[in-house]
């Protein structure tokens, strides 16, 4: 018979074995309770946070943290100005609206650089939709747009007369439609081969028809030299503009929003449920006749964010962010359809609402209020406002662009809603699930980008975003991103002129051999 004794250190061994397990258990609880507080805090995108569902508002009303960035487009390497002889003419038809446009100009600069063709002044269509004929030399300053891409491209404003068997005659551009997105290759080959073959050739329609992503630089910066510093609206636009910032800005912050509640988006993304049955009518009408046949559901597309946000839901976003009925807001937005019965909500939660009519109701802007002026107005007020919303940014040429300007611009604030983050919680809320709404809008709007510097990633444009090719950095890591000299066409001019002396020199040397 063995003695109860023996049995004693095993039994010492089993608890100190059962302290070394709780022990382990605990470091690990602790170890992950730490990684995941640590994860927290790299969410939070509110510029002084304290928890992760904060969001200080009093930050977002200042430009967002650069990281030391700055835009510049200036050209970085060797970049020659055009040569004397051009290849022939480039006349380019602009279609869609403003921003639409204006992408287009941006790439009709640079398909003539890239095929060494004189640019004649872009055409901007006078659609159905705008039923504005301002043309380019109505909205732009032409003289500035001209003298700003010297060094780039040569540009007239029309394709001049030529002399031949003692007879005057104007060439006739041919006549070509490219396809969207064509690649550079389409351009120094079939465009190209055109070109020489006729003097000139007509791109109709023009808009999207040259590939965004371009793997070279210096291209991308010219685009941007195009859309940041060659397009300037003309001076009474400024004007206009800057009045009404500045009466928005003598009462304190203004908020921008483009609200996109209109026929045509509503139309397009197939969001018709909402509606009363004669609106559907007319929502449905408008998609037969302007998009392509497609079957939408509604509750299908709402669940993945592919729907306008309605103005109250708007309203909603911002004062679950913290912002009060005190803030003032300039609307961007054309007719809002469905009338005063969606905007009420609105206006109850932000009572201070304005647009370019009410700061500013001179008749130009009362006869153009939907036409390419009241865009351009509404573009440059969105532009100097201290934080910008845009409701849509899918398919939306004004809010995109605006994006990417106001980055390039200092980093100043947009608020961008991740319309599929939030569809869910206000379905919710639509089906009485209201506990904890305003914090589960908070955690899908701190994981936005507040306007910083970040990564392009498809389907991103570079009209959206144009970081890194046209920013660069006071005090570089990487030698490729140092910043050049501050003035674009000093930098420009001073190549032109070192390339004037090359080829004098050259000339005098080739004089004395002789």
Not at 123 to 136: I, T, V
């Amino acid at each position: 018979m063995r003695r109860p004794a023996h049995h004693r250190p095993h039994a010492k061994q089993g608890v100190v074995k059962g302290m070394v397990g709780k022990l382990a258990i605990g470091v690990i609880v602790l170890l992950i309770c730490t990684l995941s507080l640590l994860f927290s805090a790299t969410l939070r995108g509110g510029r002084g946070s304290t928890s992760p569902s904060e969001i200080n508002v009093e930050k977002l009303w200042e430009s967002a943290d650069s990281g030391g960035w700055r835009p510049s487009s200036a050209p970085r390497s060797d970049w020659p100005s055009p040569p004397r002889q051009s290849n022939g003419y480039l006349r380019v038809r602009c279609n869609g609206g403003l921003n639409q446009q204006r992408s287009a100009i941006c790439n009709a600069v640079l398909a003539a650089r890239i095929m060494n063709a004189t640019l004649v002044l872009p055409e901007l269509d006078a659609n159905s939709f705008w039923r504005d004929d301002s043309g380019f030399q109505g909205i732009y300053d032409v003289e500035h747009f001209i003298r700003t891409l010297q060094y780039d491209v040569r540009i007239v404003e029309s394709i001049p007369e030529i002399r031949k068997n003692g007879k005057t005659k104007k060439i006739k551009a041919y006549q070509m439609r490219p396809s969207r997105d064509a690649p550079i290759s389409w351009y120094t080959t079939d465009a190209l081969k055109k070109m020489k073959e006729h003097g000139a050739i007509y791109l109709t329609p023009f808009s999207h028809r040259l590939a965004e992503e371009i793997d070279n630089a210096e291209y991308q910066r010219l685009r941007c030299r195009v859309n940041y510093h060659a397009l300037r609206f003309k001076p009474h636009i400024v004007k206009i503009s800057e009045s009404i910032v500045e009466k928005l800005r003598n009462q304190g912050h203004f908020m921008s929003i483009h609200l996109r509640f209109e026929m045509d988006m509503l139309a397009f993304a197939g969001c018709l449920d909402i509606f009363t049955p004669e609106e559907q009518s007319i929502l449905k009408k408008y998609r037969k006749e302007n998009f392509a046949e497609k079957r939408l559901v509604y509750k299908e597309r709402r669940a993945i964010g592919k729907c306008p946000l309605t103005p109250e839901e708007v309203g909603l976003i911002l004062r679950a962010m913290g912002f009060d009925n005190s803030t003032r807001i300039y609307l961007a937005a054309g007719e809002l359809f469905g009338g005063e019965r969606f905007m009420q909500p609105f206006r109850a939660l932000f009572p201070h609402l304005e647009n370019h009519s009410s700061v500013d109701p001179s008749e130009e802007l009362a006869a153009n209020t939907q036409g390419l002026l009241g865009s351009a107005v509404d573009y440059m007020v969105c532009l100097l406002s201290d934080i910008f919303m845009p409701t849509y940014d899918g398919p939306s040429n004004f809010a995109n662009n605006l994006l990417g300007h106001r980055l390039y611009y200092g980093f100043r604030t947009t608020l961008r809603p991740d319309r599929k983050g939030l569809a869910p919680i206000f379905i919710d809320r639509e089906n009485g699930q209201t506990a904890g709404f305003e914090e589960a809008v908070r955690r899908v709007m701190l994981k936005t980008n507040f306007g910083g510097p970040h990564k392009r990633v498809s389907p991103e444009s570079f009209y959206t975003n144009s970081w890194p090719e046209c920013f660069c950095q006071m005090n570089p890591k990487n030698a490729a991103d140092k910043c050049p000299p501050d003035n674009v066409i000093d930098t420009l001019h001073s190549q032109l002129e070192s390339e004037w002396e090359s080829l004098t020199q050259t000339n005098l040397t080739s004089v004395a051999e002789r």
